[in-house]
T-cell receptor, first 114, second 114 residues
Framework: GENVEQHPSTLSVQEGDSAVIKCTYS??????FPWYKQELGKGPQLIID?????GEKKDQRIAVTLNKTAKHFSLHITETQPEDSAVYFC?????????????FGKGITLSVRP | GAGVSQSPSNKVTEKGKDVELRCDPI?????LYWYRQSLGQGLEFLIY????????KSGLPSDRFSAERTGGSVSTLTIQRTQQEDSAVYLC????????????FGPGTRLTVT
């Protein structure tokens, strides 16, 4: 089955700097890669996703890149703000159109220092 | 519009008791997923429902765990004879269909088994 790894487990950046979070996956059949942000006491919130037919996707200050050959994908946050502080999870699925069950990484805690 | 809702938000139970956790998916979403999040861990898939199809129960950790989805909407996750290792946050997600990937999560139910 799919295995998703996320490193490091914590990341601290200065407000205004960029943050990059990387994930690797094992199943070459995986075709969908979402990123979730989870704040304390809340459920995960989908912030951006990418499908295997594109290499990069942007949405304002966040972007995701995908390298299918190396089987890794990354979340990029520019101009970080204190409200970006949260736990970020990457996930992957090799959905064939039926069960799109996601395999998650263990999460990274991002701290943005004011 | 209304998102995924879950109840209760917190549940404390004694070891050996049965518990029921409820999920109300987003209206019109036919796919529903249950995940479990243990302390400091990523999310672990438990079970998937899609319309009237037989559920995918491949993630359920033991036969003490079961789930139902009545009328294609509300779902209930039941844990019988709870154990301390069942303590976790149980998250429900829904998706427009099994073939559409975006999953939207509820706030979760924090289960504590004493």
């Amino acid at each position: 089955g799919e295995n998703v790894e996320q490193h490091p487990s914590t990341l601290s950046v200065q407000e205004g700097d960029s943050a990059v979070i990387k994930c690797t996956y094992s199943d070459s059949a995986s075709n969908y890669f979402p990123w979730y942000k989870q704040e304390l006491g809340k459920g995960p919130q989908l912030i951006i996703d990418i499908r295997s037919n594109v290499g990069e996707k942007k949405d304002q200050r966040i972007a995701v890149t995908l390298n299918k050959t190396a089987k890794h994908f990354s979340l990029h946050i520019t101009e970080t703000q204190p409200e970006d502080s949260a736990v970020y999870f990457c996930a992957a699925t090799a959905s064939t159109g039926a069960n799109s069950k996601l395999t998650f990484g263990k999460g990274i805690t991002l701290s943005v220092r004011p | 519009g209304a998102g995924v809702s879950q109840s209760p938000s917190n549940k404390v139970t004694e070891k050996g008791k049965d518990v029921e956790l409820r999920c109300d998916p987003i209206s019109g979403h036919t796919a529903l997923y249950w995940y479990r999040q243990s302390l400091g861990q990523g999310l672990e898939f438990l079970i998937y429902f899609q319309g009237n199809s037989a559920p995918d129960k491949s993630g359920l950790p033991s036969d003490r765990f079961s789930a139902e989805r009545t009328g294609g909407s509300v779902s209930t996750l039941t844990i019988q004879r709870t154990q301390q290792e069942d303590s976790a946050v149980y998250l429900c997600a829904s998706s427009f269909s099994g073939g559409t990937y975006e999953q939207y999560f509820g706030p979760g139910t924090r289960l504590t088994v004493t």
